[in-house]
C-alpha cells in the first residue's frame, strides 16, 4: 500500500469524525452556549449544506492549482474550523467553524480520490478510493461514540481539539507521504511540469459535464445515498418503536451498521476493480432487497442485527466504483468527482426528508425503510440504463473522446 494512501485515509478519518461526533455532543453544546436544541441541530444540518456547496465552489476555484498544494490547503481549513470550534466563545463562532471545516469535505474527497488512484495501477483503482474512504467508514463506526465518551469525560471542547490534532497529523502526512504533484494530468505535466493545471482548466472541467454517463451515475449516487438514509435517519424510532430494543441499544447497534459499512467499503473496490458495473448494479439490488426485508422483519431483535449490518454493506459497496466511474467518465476532471460528494449529500436530504413525510402521514416507523427500498430501486434502474448504454457505440466513442 503506497504510504500516501494512508496519509488520504487519516484525512478521511479526521473529516468524518468532526461530521458525526457532533451528534454525540448536541446536548452539551445546546447548554453551553444556552440554545435551543433545534438551534443546536444546526449545526449538523449548516454542515451539511456547507458540505455540497464547498465540494463544487472549492474544486472550481482551485483547478489550475497542483492536486497536492490544493489537498494540503483543504486539511489546512479543516484545522482552522475546528480549532474554531474547539475555542468558540459563542454559538455563532462554533457555527462558522464547523461550516468552515465543512467546506473542505467534498473537495478532499472527489480531488482525494483522483491522487489515490494515481498512486497504483490501473486495475487497483477502486481499491484505492476504497482505502482513502476507509477512514470516513470507520469514522461512521466511532464518531457518535468518539464524541459522546471524549465529551462526557473531558467536556465537549476537548472532542473538538482531539480532531484537530489529528488534522495536524493528516496534514503532516499529505506534505511527506503524498508524492509530488500526483494525480495530475499528462497534458498539464507536458505543459511545464509544475503540475498545474492549464488556462482553459475550468473549461475543461466543466465539459466533462457533457458526458451523458456522468449525470446517469451523479443520479445513481444521490439515489443510493437517499435510500440508505432515507432509512437510517429514522433507525432510531424503527430499533425502539418497532424492534422492541431499548434506547440504550442504539449505540452499538449503529456501530453494528459502521462495521457493516467499513466491510462494503473493502468489498466494492474489490468487486468494482473486477467488473464495476455488475459490482454496482449487484450492490444497488443488494440494498434494495436489504431494506425491504428489514422492513418486513424489523419486528425481530435477531433480524434487525443481521439487517443493519447487511444495510451498511450493501449501503457502502457501491461508494469506490460510483466515484470510479464518474472521474473516468468525466476524464479525470476534479469537479465531477467532487460533485459526486455534492450529489450524495443532495441523496442524503431527499432521503431524510421522504422518509420524514412517510412517518407524518402516519405509516409508522418501518415506513421510511420501505421509501428507502423505492429510492434505492430507482437507482438499480438508473445504473442498469447507464450500463446498458455504455455497450452501445455511440457511448464507448463519448467514453473515448
Known amino acids: 500500500m503506497p504510504r500516501g494512501l494512508i496519509a488520504l485515509a487519516l484525512g478521511g478519518f479526521g473529516i468524518g469524525l468532526t461530521e458525526f461526533l457532533i451528534a454525540g455532543l448536541l446536548p452539551q453544546v445546546a447548554d453551553s452556549f444556552a440554545v435551543s436544541e433545534a438551534a443546536a441541530g444546526w449545526l449538523i444540518s449548516g454542515y451539511a449544506l456547507s458540505v455540497a456547496v464547498g465540494a463544487i465552489v472549492l474544486t472550481a476555484a482551485t483547478t489550475r492549482l497542483p492536486r497536492k498544494q490544493v489537498l494540503v490547503g483543504l486539511v489546512a481549513l479543516f484545522v482552522v474550523g475546528n480549532l474554531l470550534s474547539a475555542v468558540a466563545p459563542s454559538y455563532s ?17 472527489g480531488i482525494g480520490s483522483l491522487v489515490a488512484r494515481s498512486l497504483v495501477a490501473p486495475e487497483k483503482k477502486s481499491r ?19 464524541g459522546a465518551l471524549v465529551g462526557e469525560r473531558w467536556g465537549w471542547r476537548a472532542a473538538f481539539w482531539a480532531v484537530t490534532a489529528i488534522g495536524v497529523f493528516a496534514l503532516a502526512g499529505i506534505v511527506t507521504l503524498v508524492p509530488g504533484w500526483a494525480g495530475e494530468t499528462r497534458s498539464s505535466a507536458v505543459k511545464g511540469g509544475s503540475g498545474s493545471i492549464s488556462a ?3 473549461r475543461d472541467q466543466f465539459r466533462a459535464f457533457r458526458s451523458w454517463q456522468v449525470w446517469l451515475t451523479l443520479t445513481a449516487t444521490a439515489l443510493s445515498y437517499g435510500g440508505m438514509f432515507g432509512a437510517f435517519s ?16 442504539v449505540a452499538w447497534l449503529l456501530m453494528v451498521y459502521g462495521v457493516g459499512l467499513v466491510v462494503g ?7 468494482a476493480d473486477l467488473d464495476r458495473d ?3 448494479v449487484l450492490a444497488l439490488l443488494g440494498l434494495t432487497v436489504t431494506l425491504a426485508v428489514f422492513g418486513l422483519l424489523a419486528g ?6 443481521i439487517l443493519v449490518f447487511l444495510m ?9 466504483g460510483m466515484i470510479t466511474r464518474v472521474t473516468d467518465f468525466a476524464h479525470g476532471a476534479a469537479l465531477a468527482a467532487s460533485a459526486n460528494v455534492s450529489a450524495s449529500n443532495v441523496g442524503n436530504a431527499l432521503g431524510a426528508w421522504l422518509g420524514g413525510l412517510a412517518i407524518t402521514a402516519g405509516f409508522g416507523y418501518t415506513a421510511p425503510l420501505y421509501v428507502g427500498a423505492g429510492i434505492a430501486l430507482t437507482s438499480v434502474i438508473v445504473m442498469v440504463v447507464a450500463a446498458r448504454q455504455v455497450r452501445s457505440p455511440a457511448q464507448q466513442a463519448d467514453q473515448l473522446m
Open 128 to 146: 484505492a478510493v476504497a482505502v482513502m474512504f476507509a477512514g470516513l467508514t470507520v469514522a461512521n463506526v466511532l464518531g457518535v461514540p468518539f
Open 234 to 249: 429514522y433507525i432510531a424510532y424503527t430499533f425502539t418503536e418497532v424492534g422492541g430494543f431499548r434506547s440504550s441499544d
Open 312 to 320: 451498511g454493506v450493501t449501503g457502502f459497496a457501491s461508494v469506490p
Open 278 to 280: 455488475r459490482a454496482l
Open 300 to 305: 425481530s431483535a435477531t433480524a434487525s442485527v
Open 93 to 109: 463562532v462554533m457555527l462558522v467553524g464547523r461550516i468552515v471545516a465543512a467546506l473542505c469535505h467534498g473537495s478532499f474527497f
Open 265 to 271: 467499503n473493502v468489498i466494492g473496490g474489490r468487486a
Open 200 to 202: 482553459d482548466g475550468l
